[in-house]
């Protein structure tokens, strides 16, 4: 077909061709309409997962937070239990050491007046005429014995033992009878004690030189 008989088509179908034209142009806003539709959709889509992401990084945050927060109540806890403990066992062994010690100057006092019981049994000696006297001096002697007995308190060894600073109290020195016992004790003027192995009363001794 030639140009001519084309003018001449186009000029016979006004109609038709302006129906295409229209065609046309529907076609390409409804292509526009899905195009912007589609991006609408698209950035909806974005904020909507920027949306979620900021809520996750949120509770994220926050679920830090809440671990920082119950490691350092934790620390609180144990340094608190730690510091508790450490005083109820001062405060056992103030009390145990207490009890232990307790009427220390009471025992002393007892063991100042066994010191005269002791004294008084090798003045009666052992004759029949103080037989009655020394038997009732031996019996208070033995209750007073018991009582230290049941608080703890030991005589401190001495006669034939090394020279103790920790434990005896050298009033005097004389010559050793024999090489043996230099730097020992020789005699033992006052007796010493401990209480529950603590000593109350040193003992105080003669020393051999």
Known sequence: MSKEENKME???NPVENQQDSTDKNA???AQKAAINTEKVEQESKRKSKLK???KEDQLQNELIESKEKLAELNDK???LYSEFDNFRKRTMK???EFFKTAG???IISIISIVDDFERALKITGKSEDNKAHREGLELI???FKKILDQKGVKEIEAIGKEFDTDMHEALTKIPAPSAELKGKVIDVIEKGYTMNDKIIRFAKVVVGD
Request: net charge positive.
């Open 10 to 12: 186009e000029k016979t």
């Open 27 to 29: 076609s390409q806003s």
């Open 52 to 54: 979620k992401n900021t």
């Open 77 to 79: 806890y144990l340094r």
């Open 94 to 96: 103030e009390k145990t």
């Open 104 to 106: 220390e100057d009471v």
């Open 141 to 143: 002697y033995s209750k």
